[in-house]
């Protein structure tokens, strides 16, 4: 059985860093794409990153472009999420989100393309 584990969560002040983790359990975690979403109160599920199974190809959200970056440890079954210059409209619930092994499709922004999901990590930023 896959599991997803997120941890880093946190409250930050603006302009403030973090960095989530999200450690996957029960498959080939080498050969899976990864992402992380978040969802605000209110708002649906948005895409925040993404990176690829090989090649260290990732896609990131325009909103966080330059700001974020995802990252993962393929030895320590891991995925990272290093967010820097943290917003107010940052505070979500941030979900980390694993694909089917060796997808090498198209829609990495797209929740359907996730088969499993952790149970998020609350990230407040204050103003």
């Known amino acids: 059985q896959v599991q997803l584990v997120e941890s880093g969560g946190g409250l930050v002040q603006s302009g403030g860093s973090l960095r989530l983790s999200c450690a996957q359990s029960?498959?080939?975690?080498?050969?899976?794409?990864m992402g992380w979403f978040r969802q605000a109160p209110g708002k649906e599920r948005e895409f925040v990153a993404g990176v690829r199974w090989s090649g260290g190809i990732t896609d990131y959200a325009d909103f966080v472009k330059g700001r974020f970056t995802i990252s993962r440890d393929n030895a320590k079954n891991t995925v990272y999420l290093q967010m820097n210059s943290l917003k107010p409209e940052d505070t979500a619930v941030y979900y980390c989100?694993?694909?089917?092994?060796?997808?090498?499709?198209?829609?990495?922004?797209?929740?359907?393309?996730?088969?499993?999901w952790g149970q998020g990590t609350q990230v407040t930023v204050s103003s």
């Open positions: 989100a694993a694909s089917s092994p060796y997808y090498s499709g198209h829609g990495y922004d797209d929740p359907r393309v996730y088969e499993y």
């Open positions: 029960g498959r080939t975690f080498s050969a899976t794409p």
